[in-house]
């Protein structure tokens, strides 16, 4: 679902209960889309289930599971392909 409101963008997606946290990425991207080809400065992104509900801004999440990820000794190959200023 995609909300206009009060200047921001809002990408809200429900996931049942056991897929919630896995969706959070698809719908970081979703907001980081906006951001930079569509050029929308404020996205927010919004994911919840019956229980939750998680607000936040998509560039916020990339860098946190990135340096989440890394910290792990995974690979992060998406870094390749995003702009050096969205770290």
Not at 4 to 17: H, M
Not at 27 to 35: K, R, W
């Amino acid at each position: 679902m995609i909300q206009y409101f009060d200047d921001f963008l809002i990408i809200a997606d429900y996931k049942p209960k056991q897929k919630w946290f896995h969706s959070l990425p698809q719908i970081c991207v979703y907001g980081l889309l906006f951001n930079y080809i569509l050029n929308i400065e404020n996205v927010k992104c919004l994911s919840f289930n019956m229980d939750k509900v998680w607000v936040y801004n998509p560039h916020t999440l990339l860098n946190k599971l990135t340096k989440y990820i890394k910290a792990k000794l995974l690979p992060t190959p998406w870094v390749k392909y995003l702009p050096a200023d969205m770290f």
